[in-house]
């Protein structure tokens, strides 16, 4: 079957006028209810004949009244128009009223270790919004993935999208009290040295690691790690598994440490880790949904940002050996 390439030529504004007249009888009240005056809609009407090639309106002296074609054709105009002023007004609501499907991308290793209890505590409070995730390590482009918002993170930049930080990570050591009751914990950073080191990529090969204590003291350690790995995800399973004392970040790690199933090792000693980036489309106008999720991914990482020392540290494990 082959296609209609004709299509609709007339203005919405002239169409909307014509059933303005059709609907109160006259141009008159049309003009009044439209506040244009009778001039305007008059020649709106023959506007829209024109760009129909049909005559819609039977014009005397006293009165107008639709044509046989007139009426075929405002019946469909005016289901057409509603439609159209409902699409508009879901356009707005969508600045305004958090609802709808939510589409957001992240890495897998945040995506599996600290995504869960953020998008379980949204959904408690936006029950309205439904939420679909997709973890990978490859950076998706927005526009062309219908994605929302990412959360990335690093400081690449992204051409055409707006990111707003959130959060700076930290990055502390850890380690499975197995781990620790088979080794001592180290007392100061050189004890490290005696350590199997599990680290990410970010830190492959011999090298110094930097650390700070968050007092203004830094120190440059250089180790060689025992487990070399890719991801974050990865250091922290080893680490779970009492492989050695893992280089994590601390939202990574935070359940795990609140479970008592990691502690931390030399604290408040850290890495600074990476931005973490809210990546949305260029615009000022982002959608409700967008909005209330960024906030809220914000504000829970702002609550759950670990203290020095975390929930249990290795001194507990020194002093029962």
Not at 193 to 205: A, N, T, V
Request: aromatic share 4%.
């Amino acid at each position: 079957m082959v296609a209609r390439t004709e299509t609709f030529q007339g203005g919405l504004d002239d169409v909307r006028a014509f059933c303005t007249v059709v609907d109160l009888g006259t141009v008159t009240a049309a003009a009044a209810n439209l506040r244009e005056t009778k001039g305007s809609v008059s020649r709106r009407l023959s506007r829209l004949e024109r760009a129909l090639g049909t005559r819609l309106m039977a014009r005397t002296s006293r009165a107008v009244s639709p044509t046989a074609e007139g009426l075929a054709f405002y019946a469909k105009a005016q289901e057409s128009l509603a439609l159209l002023d409902e699409a508009a007004e879901t356009a707005r609501d969508a600045r305004t009223v958090p609802a709808g499907h939510l589409r957001l991308t992240t890495s897998i290793d945040f995506g599996i270790e600290v995504m869960p209890e953020i998008v379980a505590s949204f959904r408690e409070a936006y029950p309205q919004i439904t939420v679909e995730m997709l973890n990978t390590d490859a950076r998706l482009d927005l526009a062309a993935n219908r994605i929302d918002l990412a959360l990335r993170l690093g400081g690449a930049e992204e051409t055409g999208y707006r990111a707003v930080i959130l959060a700076t990570l930290s990055v502390g050591l850890y380690a499975a009290p197995a781990y620790l009751l088979r080794r001592p914990a180290p007392a100061d950073l050189a004890g490290l040295h005696d350590h199997d080191l599990i680290l990410s990529r970010e830190r492959l090969g011999s090298g110094a690691l930097p650390l700070t204590d968050g007092l203004g003291r830094s120190e440059q350690i250089v180790l060689s790690p025992a487990i070399r790995v890719s991801d974050f995800a990865t250091v922290h399973r080893l680490t779970l598994a009492g492989a050695g004392i893992g280089h994590i970040p601390s939202l990574v790690a935070a359940r795990a440490v609140s479970g008592g199933q990691l502690v931390r090792v030399l604290a408040p000693w850290a890495s600074r880790g990476a931005v973490l980036r809210a990546v949305t489309l260029a615009g000022r106008d982002l959608p409700a949904r967008v909005q209330v999720f960024r906030d809220h991914v914000r504000s829970v990482l702002t609550l759950c940002a670990p203290r020095d020392g975390d929930t249990h540290s290795s001194d507990e494990y020194n002093q029962d050996l």
